[in-house]
């Protein structure tokens, strides 16, 4: 069970400083992607779409840049 970081009420950015540790700032920020990749989710569903996304169009869906195509599993080095 991932627990809220101390001090920080949900939906509130972490600030580093002395009692934040970089692993607590990491699980941080994968709850909030988790949270926008849910919303996503729901709104597709609440539209009757089916939840179907490749992670280019997720990435998308939530102004992330997309991952570099050597890093993709399966991708072919250089």
């Known amino acids: 069970m991932i627990r809220s970081p101390r001090g920080l009420s949900p939906g509130r950015p972490m600030t580093k400083g002395a009692d934040v540790d970089v692993d607590e700032q990491r699980r941080f920020d994968e709850s909030v992607d988790d949270a ?3 919303s996503v989710g729901r709104a597709r569903a609440a539209a009757g779409g089916r939840i179907e996304l ?3 169009e997720l990435a998308e869906a939530l102004g ?3 991952p570099p195509a050597s890093s993709a ?3 072919s080095g250089p």
């Open 36 to 38: 926008e990749a849910a």
């Open 54 to 56: 490749t992670v280019e």
């Open 64 to 66: 992330r840049p997309q």
């Open 73 to 75: 599993p399966g991708a």
